[in-house]
C-alpha cells in the first residue's frame, strides 16, 4: 500500500496574495485605521529615547547626551514616587471595583425592563453623560462641590462636614470616583447589553420551566452568557489601571489636595509642560507604560488558566 504524500504548504506570501486577492476591499477599509496608528501611536515612540537622554530641545534628539537610567532612578528614589504611585493605584483600584460592576448591574437591570419607552428614555439619559467633555464635567463638579454647592450643603447637613468638598483632601477620590461612574456607565453597559441580546433564548425557557425565579435565570443563564465578554473587558481595564485619564484630576485638584489627588498622569504634565523637564516626565510615563504592559500581560495569562477566556 502507497504511503499517501502530504501536500506541501503553501508560502506565507502566496497564501496573503491570495487572501488579498480575495477580501481586497477589507484591506482597503482597515488601511486607514493602519495609517492612523502609524502617525499616532507608533512614529511617535520614537521619541522615548529621550526618557535615557538629557534631552535639550536645540541640539536634538539624536544630539542630546546619553544619560541611561538617571531620570528612572531618580523619579523612584524621590518623594514624589510614593504619593503619585500609591494615589495612582487607590483610584484606578476603587473605580475598578466599584465602576467595573456599574455597567453590568445596570445592562442586567435595563434588559429586565418590559416597557421599551421608558427603556429608551433610561438608555438615552444614562448616555449623555458620555458626550459631556472633560472640561464640562470638571467645572459641574468645581461648581456643585465648592464651599456653596448645592452638593456640598447635602454632604455637610447630613455629615456634619464643614467647608468645601473639593478642597478636602479626603473628599478627593469619592468625587472622582462617584463622577467617573455617573459619566461611563450607562455608555458601557451597552456592550453588555449586546451580550445579553445574544444569548439564547430558549435557556431562559428551559430555566423557568425548571422553576427558576427572575434571580436564578439571571445567576444560571444571564451572568454565564456575559462571561466571555466580561471577562475580555476586565482584563483590558485591568491593563489600563495605571492609565487614569489626567484630564478630569488635573482640572478639579489644587495643590491643596495633591496629598490624594496627584496622579502619575497629572505629575508627568507638570513636569513635562509647566517645568518643561522633557526627559524626567518621559521617563516617568514610559515607567507607567510598563507596569501597564506588566499588569495587562499579567491579568491575561490568570484568565485563561481561570476560565479559558482571554484577549490572545
Not at 534628539?61 to 510614593?82: A, H, Q, T
Not at 483600584?93 to 429586565?112: K, R, T
Not at 449586546?194 to 425565579?213: H, K
Not at 439571571?218 to 483590558?236: D, E, N, R, S
Request: aromatic share 14%.
Amino acid at each position: 500500500m502507497k504511503s499517501s504524500r502530504k501536500k506541501k504548504a503553501e508560502p506565507l506570501s502566496q497564501r496573503l496574495k491570495t487572501d488579498f486577492q480575495k477580501n481586497w476591499l477589507l484591506y482597503v477599509m482597515l488601511l486607514p485605521v493602519l495609517i492612523y496608528l502609524i502617525i499616532f501611536c507608533y512614529a511617535p515612540m520614537y521619541g522615548v529615547i529621550i526618557a535615557f537622554k538629557n534631552f535639550k530641545p536645540r541640539l536634538g534628539i539624536l544630539g542630546s547626551d546619553w544619560v541611561g537610567l538617571k531620570y528612572f532612578k531618580e523619579f523612584v528614589g524621590s518623594v514624589f514616587f510614593g504619593r503619585t504611585l500609591k494615589n495612582t493605584l487607590m483610584i484606578s483600584g476603587l473605580n475598578l471595583l466599584f465602576g467595573f460592576s456599574a455597567p453590568i448591574i445596570f445592562a442586567i437591570l435595563l434588559n429586565e425592563v418590559v416597557n421599551m419607552r421608558f427603556k429608551k428614555v433610561v438608555q438615552t439619559i444614562t448616555y449623555l453623560p458620555h458626550f459631556i467633555t472633560t472640561v464640562v464635567i470638571a467645572s459641574l463638579i468645581l461648581v456643585f462641590t465648592n464651599s456653596d454647592g448645592f452638593i456640598t450643603q447635602i454632604v455637610n447637613s447630613l455629615t456634619g462636614h464643614q467647608g468645601s468638598l473639593i478642597a478636602d483632601p479626603h473628599c478627593f477620590r469619592a468625587i472622582y470616583i462617584i463622577s467617573d461612574i455617573w459619566q461611563s456607565f450607562g455608555w458601557g453597559s451597552i456592550v453588555y447589553l449586546a451580550a445579553i441580546t445574544g444569548i439564547n433564548p430558549q435557556l431562559y425557557e428551559a430555566a423557568r420551566i425548571d422553576g427558576a425565579n427572575k434571580l436564578k435565570q439571571i445567576w444560571h443563564v444571564t451572568l454565564p452568557g456575559m462571561l466571555p465578554i466580561i471577562v475580555i473587558m476586565f482584563i483590558m481595564a485591568v491593563g489600563g489601571l495605571m492609565n487614569i485619564g489626567w484630564e478630569k484630576a488635573f482640572l478639579i485638584q489644587s495643590p491643596v489636595t495633591y496629598e490624594t489627588s496627584d496622579i502619575i498622569s497629572t505629575f508627568v504634565y507638570r513636569k513635562g509642560f509647566e517645568e518643561m523637564n522633557y526627559s524626567y516626565s518621559t521617563a516617568v510615563g514610559l515607567f507607567n507604560s510598563v507596569i501597564n504592559l506588566i499588569l495587562l500581560t499579567g491579568a491575561n495569562k490568570l484568565s485563561q488558566k481561570i476560565n479559558g477566556n482571554s484577549l490572545w
